[in-house]
């Protein structure tokens, strides 16, 4: 699959899925022969489709280009190396595995990694949170070869704020993590349905 509103710099609804051969492409369908509609396919379970967003994906392919895409790789890649090179010199954090692509996941066997992404979401910058094992990844983007010094100095500054306060309590999305770490999967599985229950409820007026 290919997300195209990611590193194509498209919005969001034009990604693509392809399939090895069309054998496989026909399980995807979703025909309905017994409905009142009468004879229905669809390519997918979600329907048609709008094709606004597929032409603008197309009008943003053509726009950057061959040349575009292979320049923001380049850069994307030298940003790689300079988060890795910023993490090796911080003697509480890892690198949890090399990265070869645009996300560089940070670990550690000393500190509390949920502390450091709580401290950073506080000055305003968005890490992601993962578990087993406990990681902190930041997600490359163009718009880091204008923040990422910024964002270097405020790791090094997080990282000694949760040296200093050892046990200091967690805040945004570190906290869901960092609770989950000690929930049974039977609960977390319940929680999980309960927050899609309330995001997509109808509020009575």
Known sequence: SVDVHK???????????GFKDPELRRASYMPSAD???????????????SGAQIAQAWATLQRVGDDGYREMARDIAGLVDR????????????????????????SSDTIDIYAVSSVLESKGWNMFTGQ?????????????????DAWADDLRAAVKEVVDNPGMKL????????????APDEVLDEILRSYNDIRTMVKKK
């Open 7 to 17: 590193y194509g710099f498209s919005s969001k609804g034009v990604s693509v899925c």
């Open 35 to 49: 409905g009142c509609e009468g004879l229905y396919i669809t390519p997918t379970l979600q329907g048609s489709r």
């Open 83 to 106: 988060v890795k090179a910023t993490v090796k010199s911080i003697p509480e954090l890892k690198l949890l595995v090399e990265p070869d692509a645009a996300i560089v996941p940070i």
């Open 132 to 148: 087993k094992p406990k990681v902190m990844s930041v997600c490359l983007g163009e718009q880091h070869l204008q923040s990422l």
């Open 171 to 182: 805040s945004g999305a570190a906290a869901v993590y960092g609770a989950a770490s000690t």
